[in-house]
């Protein structure tokens, strides 16, 4: 696992840094050779930065919580000794602000403090621009706080118990309590999936807060992304025996999983083509939260083949009327995207169902254990790479290949260390597009065309 592995190489980096200081009287050779150590193999491929995202993202949900500022500032100053020998310092950014998104929208962090503690020791190691989207999401969370408050007062000042919306019909005539977080799209990692059908109640909520909020900030345009959200349900089951008073249980369940169970209202069982058709979730998703529906421990839903997979777009989901737990309050966990994707391929028996990569996060092009860098990452690095030659050559109007090779690679360590055929790559591409030309006398000498 990725938090054993970074234990497992802060443990080591402790005993030789002991080593050094202590046998060698902290000799600056041997710093240096056990510097050039811990780069060498951490640096062999891009897991290591995800392994420390993760680890991190553990310690601020869980590790750190309840702890007093020293023993926050003796972890995270551990952290930051690792993260110094990556290379990759982007590939861990992305990976982060994955994680950071998450803890932030499912309110897991464990303390608001210690998430920015680490956004200050990041700042001071790589400067202002490699955080500043980092604390751009800090800031949309105080905003979305305060503009859910502005909103409950103005539903307030309504005094609307009962709603004139027929879509709220399905809710007992009650109008649905939304908390929405406005989110900067620039800041968050990208998502590129449709909006899924929402029930209408829900819909007529999400208008209604639309409304105002266009109203209350001109110029503004929502983009809704359902893949991210959660919900709290409350689902009636049948009396137990000896009893007539229905039980009921309020279920904490994610966006997708609300809008599934909300279709067995009308019908009892439906096929996993009627969901989709219905839904309109992402094949992969869908399965996936499907199998979380109806694992053992909370089989809210009775799958109708055999095993953990999902067999085929015939296969039924039959609601469980004798659904029972201790807790009235039932948070229902996310099986992984790697659970459900082996869990459907082995179901599918070549029935072509959808698999994924494991653990794999759309949102960011990223796939957990991946040896390879993400390819949202390789595209932000186009992008930077070409606009530090461009910026570099409009200096200095005339530069050899090797000097502009090395003097790219120092402007962009703080982030990456770009291969010198990567930096060929981009400076070909530059030329194609006119920005520089080559020497006529030497061609490796490269020309700023204003």
Known sequence: ??????????????????????????????????????????????????????????????????????????????????????????????????????RLLGNKSGSEEAERAMVSLLK??????????????????????????????????????????????????????????????????????????????????????QKYYLNTYTGRKLSWQTSTGSAEIRAT????KGSSKPRRHDLSVTTYQMCILVLFNARDTLTLKQIRDETNIPEEELRRHLVSLCTPKHRILRKGSKGKGISG??????????????????????????????????????AGSASAAGGAS??????????????????????LLEAAIVRIMKARKVLNHNDLVAEVTRQLSGRFVPPPQFVKKRVESLIEREYLERDEADRRVYRYMA
């Open 362 to 383: 759309k949102s960011a092009g990223l796939v957990d254990g991946s040896a390879s860098v993400p390819l949202s990452v390789e595209e932000d690095r186009r992008h």
């Open 124 to 209: 001071a190691e790589c400067g202002y621009q490699f955080t500043s989207k980092l604390e751009g999401m800090f800031n949309d969370m105080r905003i979305s706080k305060e503009t859910a408050e502005k909103y409950r007062s103005h539903k307030k000042s309504l005094n609307n118990t009962v709603s004139n919306d027929s879509r709220d019909a399905e809710n007992g005539g009650k109008p649905v309590d939304v908390e929405v977080s406005v989110l900067t799209t620039g800041y968050w990692p990208s998502q590129n999936v449709a909006p899924c059908i929402l029930p209408p109640a829900v819909k007529a909520a999400m208008d209604r807060f």
């Open 1 to 102: 696992p990725p938090a054993a592995f970074v234990k497992g190489i802060l443990a080591m980096r402790e005993r030789f840094h002991a080593v050094v200081t202590d046998a060698m009287k902290g000799e600056k050779k041997a710093q240096k050779r056990m510097k050039e150590s811990f780069e060498d193999f951490l640096n062999a491929d891009a897991r290591a930065a995800n392994c420390l995202a993760v680890y991190v993202d553990e310690l601020l949900r869980v590790g750190l919580r309840g702890a007093d500022e020293r023993k926050v500032s003796m972890e995270l100053d551990r952290v930051i000794v690792i993260f110094r020998y990556l290379s990759d310092k982007d590939v861990f950014e992305a990976y982060y602000k994955n994680h950071l998104a998450k």
């Open 237 to 240: 089951f049948h009396p137990q």
């Open 313 to 350: 777009d015939d296969d039924t989901f039959t609601y469980n009327a004798d659904y029972t737990s201790k807790m009235t309050r039932v948070k229902v966990p996310m099986v992984s995207m790697r659970d459900a994707s082996s869990a459907s391929a082995g179901g599918a028996k070549g």
